[in-house]
C-alpha cells in the first residue's frame, strides 16, 4: 500500500486542506481483502463546510476541544486506489504530526491483515480414482467366464 498526502494553506484565516491518495498494490488487491476503517486521530472542525476560521472562532477558541475525528479507510480490493481531502484544524504552529501518526496506524493495521491473509496459501489439486481392485477382480471374473462361454459355444 502507498499512501501519499498533501497539506496546503493559504495564507491568513485559512484552514489547511490535507489531500491523500491510497493505493494497493496488485499483491495485495489479489487478496481479496476485507475492509479497513479506522477513526484517525484528525479532529473534525466545526463548521467545517467553511474554508477559514476566525480568530476566537471554533477550533481558535480558547476552550475548543475536539469531539469528532476523522475515519480513514484502505480502498476496497476491487477498485484499489481512493483519494480524499478535509479541513484540519487552524493552528498558528502549522505542526499536524496526528496525520502522518493516523496514516501510519492505518498502514500498520492493514499490514496485520495482509500478513493474517498470506498465511492462507494457494491451492491446486489434481485429483483421480479407477475401480478398486475388489471391483475389477469382479469385471476380470465375470468377463472370464463369458469368454469361456462363448468359446464352447
Not at 502507498?2 to 496488485?26: A, C, D, F, M
Not at 502522518?100 to 493495521?109: K, V
Request: hydrophobic share 40%; aromatic share 8%; proline share 5%.
Amino acid at each position: 500500500m502507498k499512501i501519499i498526502w498533501n497539506i496546503k494553506k493559504k495564507q491568513g484565516n485559512h484552514r489547511p486542506i490535507l489531500s491523500y491518495t491510497i493505493t494497493l498494490e496488485v499483491h495485495e488487491m489479489e487478496l481479496d481483502m476485507e475492509p479497513l476503517t479506522l477513526t484517525s486521530t484528525i479532529a473534525v472542525v466545526p463548521h467545517a463546510e467553511r474554508g477559514w476560521c476566525l480568530p476566537g472562532e471554533d477550533e481558535r477558541s480558547e476552550d475548543w476541544q475536539p469531539a469528532e475525528f476523522h475515519r480513514l479507510a484502505v480502498p476496497w480490493f476491487r477498485v484499489g486506489v481512493d483519494s480524499g481531502f478535509l479541513r484540519l484544524p487552524f493552528r498558528e504552529s502549522s505542526e499536524y504530526p496526528e496525520v502522518e501518526e493516523s496514516f501510519r496506524r492505518l498502514r500498520d493495521e492493514y499490514e496485520k491483515l495482509v500478513c493474517e491473509a498470506l498465511r492462507w496459501g494457494s491451492l491446486d489439486v489434481n485429483a483421480s480414482l479407477q475401480a478398486s481392485e475388489e471391483t475389477k477382480e469382479k469385471i476380470a471374473g465375470t468377463l472370464a467366464a463369458k469368454k469361456m462361454l462363448q468359446l464352447a459355444g
